[in-house]
């Protein structure tokens, strides 16, 4: 039944958006109302899809193939539904579903205001949907049922939904690193709003170079897809940053693994797009680059999910190795091909805007910004893939480590930082350098002044100390700037500062949203600096009652203690922390083997203060006693904060910019009445 239910959707689905193409095509020729059915039929197809494989894994269907591999009837209800996700099929579905609802978005602001540009868009989206869902109809079928089974694992299946089916009597259950805490439920799908919201501003972009639309129409129209993709971006990949700390045991939240790189890699981009695209907007410059820049985006979306799902790296975030790897990476070379040959053909068209008067201006900031994002990107792309080129032409395995990316990534955050303060307070055109002065001495002085109280306080490390004066100055920029404006517009209307300040930012909400994911990026950059820059580590055997020191704190192992759930046997050890003759709690890191699963899993336990974290991870524990690795991270919490206010920051300045708009739409709609006689 949950079989046949997920084949129909996968086939409402796809006959959805194949009919989508088609008559979003006769759109774009001039015919109007054709897309609306076509839609309905794409959004309920892929409903019905993600609700039959739910009902499988909640009902313990365990005739299905990717019920048996990935659940398990003890595994607790929240992990149940987030296995539905936690596999290469279901993350397809996954996928398939929010690219529908996108779809249906674009739908209804079309229907608003049907035009070739809008008919377009979702012809590209319809062709998107129509590869994912073949994908799901094919080779990435999430209701194969088991025509053969070994223990708790299925090894053979068939898509036919009435063929004779075997039925175990339970399932293998998630992989132990996805049932172990709550953000695997959260992280994913915040990560694939972000990921697959990236098709909507290009398949507009697609669309206005296949129309030879040149100028800022698509940009507009994509604004506010592009700042809640961005956002949803930022907290997805937040989260899996906060997901590794709290579970892999290892003490860190980067380490740049290639799946940490294919989503950093789209972030990066859509980055560089965002702020692009506000040029082309204010001064018509940049068109045929943020053509690039979108294309670039979407693309590298499409190479983030040929890692993840190909088996092609060896990742704690990696499916295992199966036949989509060669489908998703002829998508790829479709999508750069078509895309960039569409392009080449359009060249001429777009690539009439206006020249960069001074590099001195903020045109020129954000052209530097650019920059050094795309050479920032082009570094992690080449240590990504460096490794699957060698092994691919010459079989040999060769590892890009850590040391490479930071290498670089140290040095092109630093100047991204500077360019992050001083873009926002030049002028537009040609800054005169008194200007620029005048503008930057104030947050410079105190930037410098943070530095020099740091050095006072003993801080000697060279980029955690320079990190830290260059998020300083960002935040300082921008706040002398609100000041500043502030400052005069009391002057000018006689009201108080707070006021002032409060209409300055209300007036272009949208700047000022942009100018707190700023502040969130460089609470971010402390936070790192603290974090990895000045961590410590140790390593220490206690016996129960038996005390250890470390960074200024004291810890006593107070006993082992053993737990039982449905689906798990936790192991772990009881450890209280005390500063001086203060008592801070008590932490209890452990050790979780789930049933039917033959790995253990470490889980920290971490005391978090305003200083820092306190961190724990259990390396062997008996009945005679227990080693502990032990970190301490300073400043680990503005990690956390600055991500999540670089979020919000661009979702506040998505709606505003939408709210603008509409309330733009509603002035421009209403005609004023005339009275005769």
């Known amino acids: 039944m949950n079989a046949a239910l997920g084949e129909l959707g996968i086939l409402s689905a796809l006959v959805g958006a194949t009919w989508l193409v088609v008559a979003a095509r006769g759109e774009v020729k001039g015919a109007v109302g054709r897309v609306a059915r076509p839609v309905v039929v794409l959004v309920g197809g892929a409903a019905v899809t993600m609700l039959a494989l739910q009902l499988a894994l909640l009902a313990d269907d365990f005739s299905i193939a990717y019920v048996i591999n990935n659940s398990r009837s003890t595994t607790p209800l929240v992990f149940k539904v987030s296995s539905a996700w936690a596999a290469l099929e279901g993350s397809i579905v996954l996928w398939g579903l929010v690219l529908a609802g996108f779809t249906l978005m674009v739908f209804r602001q079309h229907r608003r205001n049907p035009d070739p540009l809008g008919a377009g868009a979702l012809m590209v989206l319809g062709g998107v949907a129509l590869f994912f869902f073949g994908m799901m109809a094919t080779i990435a079928n999430p209701f194969e049922l088991c025509t053969q089974a070994i223990g708790a694992s299925c090894v053979d299946s068939t898509p036919v939904p009435w063929a004779d089916a075997i039925v175990v009597a339970d399932g293998r259950g998630p992989n132990p690193l996805l049932q172990n805490h709550l953000l695997m439920a959260i992280h994913p799908p915040v990560l694939y709003v972000g990921y697959v919201g990236l098709t909507v501003p290009f398949a507009f972009a697609i669309s206005a170079l296949a129309l030879a639309q040149p100028g800022i129409a698509w940009a507009r129209r994509t604004k506010a897809w592009t700042l809640a993709a961005w956002s949803f971006l930022t907290v997805g990949i937040l989260l899996g940053g906060w997901w590794s700390y709290e579970v892999l045991g290892w003490g860190g939240y980067w380490a740049w693994d290639p799946v940490e790189n294919a989503s950093f890699l789209p972030w990066l981009a859509a980055t560089a797009f965002i702020h692009s695209s506000f040029v082309q907007m204010r001064r018509g410059m940049l068109q045929a680059w943020n053509f690039v820049l979108i294309i670039g985006a979407f693309s590298l979306t499409i190479l983030g999910t040929f890692l993840t799902r190909s088996g092609a790296i060896a990742s704690v975030?990696?499916?295992?190795?199966?036949?989509?790897?060669?489908?998703?990476?002829?998508?790829?070379?479709?999508?750069?091909?078509?895309?960039?040959?569409?392009?080449?053909?359009?060249?001429?068209?777009?690539?009439?805007?206006?020249?960069?008067?001074?590099?001195?201006?903020?045109?020129?900031?954000?052209?530097?910004?650019?920059?050094?994002?795309?050479?920032?990107g082009a570094v992690v792309l080449i240590g990504t893939l460096f490794p699957l080129f060698v092994e691919a032409f010459t079989g040999d395995t060769v590892g890009v480590g850590r040391p490479f990316f930071d290498r670089f990534a140290v040095p092109l955050s630093f100047a991204l930082l500077l360019a992050m303060g001083t873009g926002p307070l030049m002028p537009y055109r040609i800054a005169r350098a008194s200007i620029v002065w005048e503008r930057i001495r104030v947050p410079l002085r105190l930037a410098l002044g943070v530095g020099a109280a740091l050095v006072i306080l003993g801080l000697r490390e060279a980029w955690p100390l320079l990190s830290i004066v260059a998020a300083s100055y960002v935040i300082a920029a921008i706040g002398a700037h609100l000041l500043r404006l502030s400052r005069a517009g009391a002057t000018k209307r006689d009201e108080s500062l707070g006021s002032s300040a409060l209409r300055v930012i209300r007036s272009d909400a949208g700047f000022w949203g942009g100018q707190l994911s700023h502040i969130g990026v460089a609470v971010l950059a402390i936070g790192i600096a603290g974090s990895s820059g000045l961590a410590s580590t140790h390593t220490v055997s206690l016996e129960p009652g038996q005390r250890g020191e470390f960074a200024g704190y004291e810890f006593t192992y107070v006993r082992p203690f053993t737990s039982q759930d449905d689906h798990r046997v936790v192991t772990g050890a009881s450890i209280e922390v005390a500063r001086g003759e203060t008592g801070l709690g008590i932490v209890r890191p452990r050790v979780n083997e789930f049933q039917g699963q033959a790995q253990a899993v470490p889980t920290p336990g971490v005391l978090s203060r305003v200083s820092g974290d306190l961190y724990f991870t259990i390396i062997a524990i008996d009945g005679t006693g227990v080693t502990l690795d032990v970190w301490w991270f300073p400043l680990q919490w503005m990690v956390w904060l600055g991500g999540l206010i670089a979020g919000l920051g661009g979702m506040w300045s998505t709606v505003m910019r939408r709210a603008g708009a509409q309330r733009v739409e509603t002035r421009s709609s209403v005609r004023p009445v005339t009275i005769d006689g």
Request: proline share 3%; no cysteine; charged share 10%.
């Open 317 to 376: 975030h990696s499916f295992t190795q199966s036949s989509i790897g060669p489908v998703l990476l002829g998508f790829l070379a479709l999508v750069l091909i078509g895309s960039f040959g569409l392009f080449a053909r359009r060249a001429h068209v777009v690539a009439q805007s206006p020249r960069l008067e001074s590099l001195m201006s903020r045109e020129g900031a954000f052209l530097a910004n650019n920059l050094l994002l795309t050479v920032f």
